[in-house]
T-cell receptor, first 115, second 117 residues
């Protein structure tokens, strides 16, 4: 299958700081990327959908000013958690797909811990 | 609205036993995709299968097999002769099939499978 690389895999940051997570499609051009959040022992909850070159579409209840998503190129999307708080600690995982008719492939995930 | 239910939260089996993971879904779409993903302890999601709603044929891939029954809205996953490396959380997921849609995945809550040696 296609390869999606997410970086970093783990990050610890202090409260109040911002952290950026990168999601790259390595062997295909991703017109759409998805960002999910997963709490321990829970399912994946979609946070937002981003199409290359346009603004991300956020799910209800997700603060767009807190979770900034940029999809500036066909191979890279970034999620920036701004002014992080301990409750933002979670596992964040991205997925990317080439076209609406192809399946999405997932990155390795990023475990964020805010202290 | 779409919904995926995985009623089994945790399952433990002994190596070489067969195990079936249940998945029941709800959707108003007449055409849709169903998926299974594996999430090992490392966290990444591994794609296992995609099945479209037109195709009710069961599928077998090595020790894995899938039973899609549209009449009962179920898409169950069976691992034959389980191995310790099969231990993971398994997610069933659903997305609309219609082109032009966002094709967002709706995930079930997952089933933690533990295979004991």
């Amino acid at each position: 299958g296609a390869v999606v690389s997410q970086h970093p895999s783990r990050v610890i940051c202090k409260s109040g700081t911002s952290v950026k997570i990168e999601c790259r499609s390595l062997d295909f051009q991703a017109t759409t990327m998805f960002w999910y959040r997963q709490f321990p022992k829970q399912s994946l909850m979609l946070m937002a959908t981003s199409n290359e070159g346009s603004k991300a579409t956020y799910e209800q209840g997700v603060e767009k000013d807190k979770f900034l998503i940029n999809h500036a190129s066909l191979t890279l999307s970034t999620l920036t958690v701004t002014s992080a708080h301990p409750e933002d600690s979670s596992f964040y995982i991205c997925s990317a797909r080439e076209t609406p008719n192809t399946e999405a492939f997932f990155g390795q995930g990023t475990r964020l811990t805010v202290v | 609205a779409q919904k995926v239910t995985q009623a089994q939260t945790e399952i433990s089996v002994v190596e070489k036993e067969d195990v079936t993971l249940d998945c029941v879904y709800e959707t108003r779409d007449t055409t849709y995709y169903l998926f299974w993903y594996k999430q090992p302890p490392s966290g990444e999601l591994v794609f296992l299968i995609r099945r479209n709603s037109f195709d009710e044929q069961n599928e077998i891939s090595g020790r894995y097999s899938w039973n899609f029954q549209k009449s009962t809205s179920s898409f169950n996953f069976t691992i034959t002769a389980s191995q310790v490396v099969d231990s993971a959380v398994y997610f069933c997921a659903l997305s609309p099939l219609s082109s032009g849609s966002a094709r967002q995945l709706t995930f079930g809550s997952g089933t933690q499978l533990t295979v004991l040696p």
